[in-house]
């Protein structure tokens, strides 16, 4: 298996803002390495986002487009893209840029087909975290040795001949010596997804970007990938891609959920 991976930019119509990707070609298909970030349609109409439960449960009841990020976190937008319902998916105006288009089931099925149903060569390589923390030390005493300020410097024949009369011949004393409060900064490295077996060796980098339900909730970030085909599965739902330690498999759902989009060229 032979992965190209080429660098590109488009500009999105109406927004004037211009967007760099890469792509990477994975047998006859060209993909998207990176989840779909944008909040306007190709024609730069805008997609409402829904920041709120009950404005995503609102769209997804009218059938009206929107988006969010996991957890209405931007920082999860910046690792993993914006989710988006089934209706943003569809609209005439176009999720994807231009010479893209979300893929149907049969071109994920391509691609699943080509790379293997166990899916490690889809996923991204193991992430990680930085978790820091702080360990409060100190606040105690200790004992501490301290030598005569007289004696200490005497040879042995001096301190035979001569005893000290400040320390009676101890050499020093043992004080408490209080160890002030302090703070230790601590950094651990979390791996994120616990058996996430990604090798990436096809460039496909799929992440574990978990989805939100029609309800507003959301579920499995680090432990499963949902991507949207453009494939309906009767009036009310529409089939997807699910990548997880389980391997990779397909299923349909109500278009009311939140899911990633990976774009295929045209």
């Not at 001096?158 to 408490?176: D, L, S, W």
């Not at 391997?247 to 278009?255: A, I, P, Q, S």
């Not at 009311?256 to 060229?265: A, E, H, I, K, T």
Request: with cysteine; net charge positive.
């Amino acid at each position: 298996m032979k992965a190209t991976l080429t660098l590109f930019l488009f500009v999105l119509i109406g927004t004037g803002s211009t967007i760099f990707s890469q792509t990477v070609t994975i047998g006859t298909q060209v993909w998207m390495t990176k989840n779909l970030d944008v909040s306007t349609f190709r024609n730069g109409d805008s997609i409402p986002q829904a920041k709120t439960d009950a404005e995503w449960k609102r769209a997804g009841e009218e059938g009206q487009p929107a988006w969010c990020y996991y957890d209405n976190d931007p920082k999860n937008g910046a690792k993993c893209g914006k989710l988006y319902n089934w209706y943003a998916v569809n609209d005439p105006r176009g999720l994807a840029p231009k010479d893209y288009h979300v893929p149907t089931d049969a071109e994920w099925t391509i691609l699943t087909d080509f790379l293997g149903s166990d899916g490690t060569k889809m996923k991204s390589m193991p992430i990680y975290e930085t978790k820091i923390s702080y360990v409060e030390e100190g606040g105690y005493y200790e004992p501490e040795w301290v030598p005569c300020n007289n004696c200490s410097y005497w040879t042995e024949k001096q301190k035979a001949n001569n005893p000290c009369t400040v320390c009676r011949n101890q050499e020093g004393k043992t004080i408490k010596k209080y160890i002030p409060k302090t703070k230790r900064k601590v950094e651990d490295k979390i791996k994120i997804g616990g058996y996430w077996n990604g090798t990436n060796e096809s460039g496909f980098s799929g992440l574990p970007g978990g989805f939100r339900d029609g309800s507003g909730a959301f579920y499995l970030i680090g432990e499963h990938g949902y991507w949207w085909s453009s494939t309906e599965e009767g009036r009310d739902f529409a089939r997807f891609r699910d990548l997880s330690n389980s391997g990779v498999r397909w299923n349909y759902t109500g278009k009311d959920r939140g899911f990633s989009v990976r774009c295929l060229r045209d």
